[in-house]
């Protein structure tokens, strides 16, 4: 089936510090999703993509749809410590009657005070 | 976005046990979701529950084992049945629109002994 390949893995960085991850895909996807899931919680959903070439901010982070529609990157601004969690990037291909969102494996965040 | 809440937060059963959880939303919503979080691992889609009919399930999930019943727009339950310590994971249910974006549940935490 499909499949996201997220990176990096995992990253440790202190307060203050940018932060770049990214996903990338062999297929095409209509809608790129990034989420941040807390230990004991649901994804909770950070930014939505909908248009190649789409640059879209929320607050210190900013996430771009690439324009091949293949691959799509979030960054996070002057990092904090409570940015500190698992982001999972999601891929949407819809059409027919199976609307499925395909997740990457996550990168986790840990941020040093 | 939609409130949603899953039952039980979390449960230890016993091998061989059935467990429903239950997701509720607080807006009528035309799709809604169930995911399994393996432990460490990435979200992955167990099937899309179908309002008045019957779920559509994903590759490796069957309908003997994880029944499914979406009753109107704003509810959905999930069983987990003849439980197996492989089974332990986080289930989460999404909704989702017209507009491909699907938020989460807070999950529902199964350990299985």
């Known amino acids: 089936g499909q499949q996201l390949n997220q990176s990096p893995q995992s990253m440790f960085i202190q307060e203050g510090e940018d932060v770049s991850m990214n996903c990338t895909s062999s297929s095409i996807f209509n809608t790129w999703l990034w989420y941040k899931q807390d230990p004991g919680e649901g994804p909770v959903l950070l930014i939505a993509l909908y248009k190649a070439g789409e640059l879209t901010s929320n607050g210190r982070l900013t996430a771009q749809f690439g324009i091949t529609r293949k691959d799509s990157f979030l960054n996070i601004s002057a990092s904090i410590p409570s940015d500190v969690g698992i982001y999972f990037c999601a891929g949407f291909k819809s059409g027919g009657s199976n609307y499925k969102l395909t997740f990457g494996k996550g990168t986790l965040l840990t941020v040093n005070p | 976005s939609a409130v949603i809440s899953q039952k039980p937060s979390r449960d230890i059963c016993q091998r061989g046990t059935s467990l429903t959880i239950q997701c509720q939303v607080d807006s009528q919503v035309t799709m809604m979701f169930w995911y399994r979080q393996q432990p460490g691992q990435s979200l992955t889609l167990i099937a899309t529950a179908n309002q008045g009919s019957e779920a559509t399930y994903e590759s490796g999930f069957v309908i003997d084992k994880f029944p499914i019943s979406r009753p109107n727009l704003t509810f959905s339950t999930l069983t987990v049945s003849n439980m197996s310590p492989e089974d332990s994971s986080i289930y989460l249910c999404?909704?989702?629109?017209?507009?491909?974006?699907?938020?989460f549940g807070p999950g529902t935490r199964l350990t299985v002994l």
């Open positions: 999404s909704v989702g629109g017209l507009t491909d974006t699907q938020y």
